[in-house]
């Protein structure tokens, strides 16, 4: 006979395989799963002789590496899974149990009352009757496990068919079909109906979870009856019909920090949501005064205000913080004044509509409108545009200041042409016309890059070239340097028609209706080329006494000619049409005079005299008569007595008193000389 040496194992659920000798032992010293194998005669199997598997799971469950897997005909395995621990054997194909599921016993008679157990169909078993009725109390001292239906009366609030020990006023019930309950002290407190909602309180319930209660403020907030709290609620204040959510957090200091949401119900439906935040310090359990915002029936929102009258009134301060707990501004009140600021964290401040910044303030509270770089303390970005040729409304090239309120209404706007770079300040009725502009100052000044060439002062002044004067007058026109102050009336043409004003000046009193008296600068004939040609005469006229037009007097013609009383003259520097007086003396007193005139034909009078107004005929006088041919007569008068002088050559004729009453010399031709 031969000898083989047997195989040993200390590893886990390992087991030889079909490779050892036959008649060789195999032997599993693990304490897991010990075992002795050997291979039977077929070769085919692995034969565990023992000991019986002890476990949770199943023998070679799990087979190690390197050994063989599955179990053997016959293999035994107390299943400790189970409770009591089942005894089981490998019938090739699974594990079964030693015992039957079901133990024969000997037949029960089927359907007495109250019955537990009967007889199964084959009679070889027993089973739980369809159909228990426990008439009295079922005791059951540990687990009740029901494989079917427990059925229970439909009960009452004061009578639930499913109560407590001592208690049986409380407990679970049901008001109607596919409806359940839960009563306390004889009184339903939760209700769920047939489609799920919960009722808190509310047999009725309308929502998914629904609680309802018609407490007034006093009850309602308040710990006692608040109707929906997280934690106990704090007592407080009011009028009535109020539903109130509770947060009552524990603090650290075991203090309660309440809060509270709250809907009061007025008339017709309409209803008002409050908010109440405790405040630091306030332990007495009252939230009625700890109103912090309420949203009024009307959609009204107040924070810090029971009466709010807009879609959002804010009683206090309002702070805007960057989204991460930093403060970048505030809107406040100080002293009547409401204040929009934004804090150090911001280098700027925006407005803007349909998703575009329109307005923005920099961080050196500079304005700008319509850009984002102000480089002054108020800039208003704006097209160019040069409205000299008129437009049709106040465009995006305007910055406009209007009453009106639409873009044909009448206002004053400010433009710029960065074509010409030249800037407009226009007031217009766009499309119309032109409308007046008014200065309102103390005083108005104009500059020209930094210097100031005309004021119109507080005295209504204009000045030029200087900033004051102590001068009396209306307008003053000062060059600068040493060169003289130039005042230009020019006529809108290159070629003014002959007699045609350039300019003039009027004299005139406030009505400003007539001209009283006018100095005229026109054209004076011959050929006008701008620049070259330009012949020109000065006009000067006044209003006679009981007229209501001026006469022209004098006029300085283009040929040099000095001519007063006529328009015209072939020749002399100085052509008089009358008399000429120079001298001086009143009527009271004595005086000089000398009077220059002419009579035809063709004789000039120069007449002399001394005299006294006091006794008209007490005069001496003289008169020398000129004629332009060769004619020359002296004459002397003493107090009225006449005495001509004749020279030699002149012809000599009647001689003639004159009179001097008043000056006014008249006189008879003493002489023809033609």
């Known amino acids: 006979m031969a000898t083989y040496k047997h195989l040993r194992s200390s590893t886990a659920n390992k087991r030889p395989t079909t490779s050892i000798t036959d008649g060789q032992l195999a032997i599993n010293t693990n304490t897991a799963s010990p075992g002795l194998f050997f291979k039977d005669s077929a070769g085919t199997g692995i034969v565990k002789v023992g000991p019986v598997h002890v476990g949770t799971t199943a023998p070679n469950a799990t087979p190690a590496a390197g050994g063989s897997s599955g179990n053997y005909l016959g293999e035994q395995w107390l299943d400790t899974s189970v409770s009591p621990a089942q005894m089981k054997v490998w ?17 029960l008679q089927d359907g007495d009352a109250r019955q537990l157990l009967q007889t199964d169909a084959a009679g070889t078993g027993v089973e739980w009757t369809s159909n228990v009725d426990v008439p009295g109390t079922l005791d059951v001292t540990s687990t009740a496990t ?63 979870l629904h609680v309802a209660a018609n407490f007034s403020d006093a009850t309602a907030i308040d710990w006692a009856n608040s109707q929906f709290s997280v934690a106990t609620p704090i007592p407080g204040n009011g009028t009535a019909n109020r539903a109130t959510i509770y947060f009552a957090p524990f603090g650290s200091d075991n203090n309660y920090g309440p809060s509270a949401i709250s809907c009061t119900a007025g008339t017709s439906g309409a209803s008002t ?17 700890q109103e912090r915002m309420r949203i009024t029936s009307a959609g009204l929102v107040g924070i810090g205000t029971s009466s709010p009258t807009l879609k959002l009134s804010v009683d206090g301060d309002t702070w805007f913080g960057n989204g991460a707990g930093v403060e970048i501004g505030r809107l406040f009140n100080d002293s009547g004044v409401l204040h929009l600021r934004g804090s150090a964290n911001v280098t700027g401040l925006a407005l803007g509509t349909n998703n575009t910044r329109a307005v923005t303030i920099d961080s050196s509270q500079r304005v700008g409108i319509g850009t984002t770089a102000a480089p002054a303390k108020l800039t208003v970005s704006t097209s160019s545009f040069d409205p000299s040729t008129g437009f049709n409304d106040w465009s995006d090239g305007f910055f406009a200041v209007s009453p009106g309120g639409t873009s044909i209404s009448g206002g004053v706007g400010i433009a710029y042409d960065t074509s010409a770079n030249v800037g407009s300040i226009v007031a217009a009725l766009p499309s119309n016309s032109w409308r007046p502009l008014k200065y309102i100052a103390a005083d108005h000044r104009f500059e020209i890059d930094g210097s100031e060439k005309a004021r119109l002062d507080s005295s209504g002044r204009l000045l030029v070239g200087t900033s004051s004067t102590s001068a009396t007058c209306n307008a003053l026109l000062q060059a600068s340097g040493g060169t003289g102050g130039t005042l230009i009336l020019a006529r809108g043409t290159t070629s003014p028609a002959n007699g045609e004003d350039l300019g003039f000046i009027s004299f005139n009193d406030s009505s400003h209706v007539y001209n009283s008296t006018i100095i005229r600068a026109q054209r004076d004939g011959g050929t006008w080329t701008s620049g070259t040609s330009m012949p020109t005469r000065l006009t000067f006229s006044t209003t006679a006494d009981g007229a209501s037009s ?66 008209i005929d007490a005069f001496s006088a003289s008169a020398i008569i000129l004629s332009d041919t060769s004619g020359c007569r002296i004459m002397q008068q003493t107090n009225g007595t006449q005495v001509t002088l004749s020279v030699s050559g002149f012809n000599v004729q009647a001689t003639n008193a004159f009179s001097t009453s008043n000056l006014s010399w008249s006189y008879t031709i003493l002489g023809d000389l033609s």
Do not use: C
């Open 550 to 615: 001026p006469t022209e007097r004098m006029r300085l013609n283009s040929s040099g000619q000095l001519l007063v009383g006529t328009s015209s003259a072939s020749r002399g520097a100085l052509v008089v049409n009358g008399s000429i007086l120079s001298g001086s003396g009143t009527t009271s007193v004595g005086g000089t005079a000398t009077t220059l005139f002419t009579a035809p034909p063709r004789k000039m009078f120069l007449v002399s005299a001394l005299y006294d107004a006091s006794n």
């Open 273 to 289: 949501l409050k908010f109440f935040v405790n405040s630091s310090g306030n332990l007495t359990g009252n939230l009625g005064l």
């Open 91 to 107: 019938n090739g194909s699974a594990w079964v149990g030693i015992v039957a599921d079901e133990l024969p016993v000997s037949k």
């Open 146 to 208: 029901f494989d079917s239906i427990a059925r229970h009366p439909l009960g009452s609030a004061a009578a639930p068919t499913l109560t407590f020990t001592g208690d049986p006023n409380t407990g679970i019930y049901s008001p109607g079909a596919d409806q359940v309950a839960v009563a306390t002290n004889s009184t339903g407190r939760l209700f769920v109906n047939a489609s799920g909602k919960v009722g808190v309180g509310e047999p009725n319930t309308q929502a998914n």
